[in-house]
């Protein structure tokens, strides 16, 4: 069987994922995540856009329309005449089949695979850190120059990304994955391969974990199940696969997980013995696994915490399109004792000009308001992320100081950094705040709710304007405020207690 980009970048989500693809049933798949297929359509979209605009710069021998299968020998035949770059080729060597988006000649006649990718070429890059390599670019890359050095075309460890921004980033294989891991991506490709073949045939089983990526995978809705009858522990909040193999050396399901004795566990320190996992962290995971046994309707109160008494709330969610680096809805539900009223601010297309209308008027909505008398609620870091950056692509609107007093935590309370993550713990899956409004019984009007299924309504709406379909995407937003408030009030009935 041979092993692919695709097989790398599958085994750095999953390994269950690779095992799953390869050796089991297809009928057991769900339909591919609309989230994904977007991707797929964006990234596909990004790289025509950029083969486009340099197909004359490239001088490009553009194999696009042959048949994968038949790519090879045609790629081999522009690679000794010397093409400067071939667009779509494929290499076959050995096991290894990678198809490089480009492959582009050197000075010294070998070639080096370059990726087109509708994302950043680097991640963690911001102001203090020029970010690192990606580990799928990284293992990607690493199978195409591995097939080209066997094929007698490079001698190098080197690849390219041509990333969202347009800028070309090189990627050294030969260098170490980070400061404190010496291991090179080279390396890492060496140790990766022979887990990915053994994996792909079926010479090594895996088992699936509930983890974050688990919800764009095709294989969720068995996983899940698998897991749940399991009782497996990764249906633990924050415990997943990285730590599953630790903890399964005292307890194999959550069952188990939930009578164990956390003291007599632990050594004369405190220790637990199980590599990266501390006794508070121990004690955490057991208290879950309990609510979770005892199905507990109620959610455990960990410790008091703060919510601002204002006479004004503001439940805000925003909805972006990061596949198009747009920010195209900010939406608001306004409480005023028993009256709540939803306000929403929509980019009209998908423009810099539509993004920065919409957050004017959102700030003008805001400064209209009594700001000693308002309390802003929201879920987690992505808004604040945003919206700084959203200030920093247009600082003419608002100071980076307003924004920051907009989040100031006097007034502004993350509901899952500041108090769900700290202060509490539920007898749920997971802690999103769509899980626990639905526990609490909060339904949303759309069956089908979710950002990503937002985003396809935006695209859609931005090219026929159908108000029906505006008013889908305001609807699912202004239930995730709502949701929000059902939330809010049912931390601040426990906090009194
Ligand atoms: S659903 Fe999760 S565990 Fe199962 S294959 Fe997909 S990513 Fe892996």
Redesign the pocket.
């Known amino acids: 069987m041979s092993v692919t980009a695709s097989h790398l970048y599958a085994y750095t989500?999953?390994p269950?994922?690779v095992w799953?693809d390869a050796n089991d049933d297809p009928e057991q798949k769900d339909p591919v995540n609309e989230f994904v297929q977007l991707l797929w359509e964006k990234g596909t979209q990004y790289e025509k856009k950029i083969v486009e605009e340099n197909r004359g710069a490239l001088e490009l021998v553009d194999l696009s329309k042959i048949p994968k299968s038949e790519r090879l020998q045609p790629t081999l035949e522009a690679m000794n005449n010397k093409a400067p770059y071939i667009y779509q080729g494929r290499l076959e060597a050995g096991e290894l089949v990678g198809e490089p988006d480009l492959l582009e000649l050197q000075e010294n006649g070998e070639y080096m695979p370059v990726d087109i990718k509708s994302g950043m070429g680097l991640e963690g890059e911001d102001e203090e850190s020029d970010g690192k390599p990606k580990k799928h670019y990284a293992l990607q890359l690493a199978l195409y120059t591995d097939a080209l050095r066997q094929l007698g075309f490079a001698t190098h460890l080197l690849g390219k990304i041509w990333d969202s921004k347009g800028d070309i980033v090189l990627y050294d294989l030969n260098a170490p994955q980070g400061v404190r891991n010496k291991q090179t991506w080279w390396e890492l490709y060496q140790d990766t391969l022979p887990v990915v073949r053994s994996l792909l045939k079926n010479e090594t089983k895996t088992e699936?974990?509930?983890?974050s990526?688990?919800k764009l995978?095709?294989?969720?809705s068995t996983?899940?199940k698998q897991c749940i009858d399991k009782k497996d522990i990764s249906l633990v909040p924050e415990l997943g696969r990285s730590k599953k193999e630790g903890v399964n050396t005292i307890a194999l399901d959550v069952g188990e997980l939930a009578r164990i004795d956390v003291d007599s566990v632990c050594d004369a320190k405190g220790k637990t013995g199980i590599a990266g996992i501390g006794k508070s962290s121990l004690e955490k995971f057991v208290r879950r696994a309990k609510l979770q046994e005892e199905n507990a309707a109620e959610p455990l109160i960990l410790k008091p915490y703060f919510l601002p008494d204002k006479p004004i709330e503001l439940h805000f969610d925003i909805e972006a399109d990061p596949t198009q680096d747009i920010v195209y809805l900010h939406g608001v539900v306004e409480r005023r004792g028993d009256i709540q009223e939803f306000h929403s601010f929509v980019a009209e297309e998908v423009s810099a000009e539509a993004e920065k209308d919409a957050w004017v008027r959102f700030w003008e909505y805001f400064k209209s308001l009594p700001r000693d008398d308002v309390a802003v609620y929201y879920y987690s870091k992505y808004e604040r992320t945003q919206y700084r950056s959203l200030q920093k692509k247009y600082p003419d609107v608002i100071s980076a100081e307003e924004v920051e007093d907009f989040f100031d935590p006097d007034f502004a309370i993350d509901l899952y950094y500041d108090i769900v993550k700290p202060c509490t713990d539920w007898a749920t899956y997971n802690y999103s705040v769509k899980t626990l409004a639905q526990f609490l019984g909060f339904s949303w009007r759309d069956k089908n709710p979710s950002g990503a299924a937002s985003i396809e309504w935006y695209n859609d709406w931005c090219k026929d304007k159908d108000p029906v379909k505006l008013q889908r995407i305001l609807d699912y937003n202004e239930d995730d405020c709502i949701a929000m408030i059902y939330l809010k009030d049912k931390l601040a009935e426990l906090n009194r207690q």
């Open positions: 989500q999953c269950h994922r799953r699936p974990a509930m983890i990526i688990c995978c095709q294989w969720q996983c899940k």
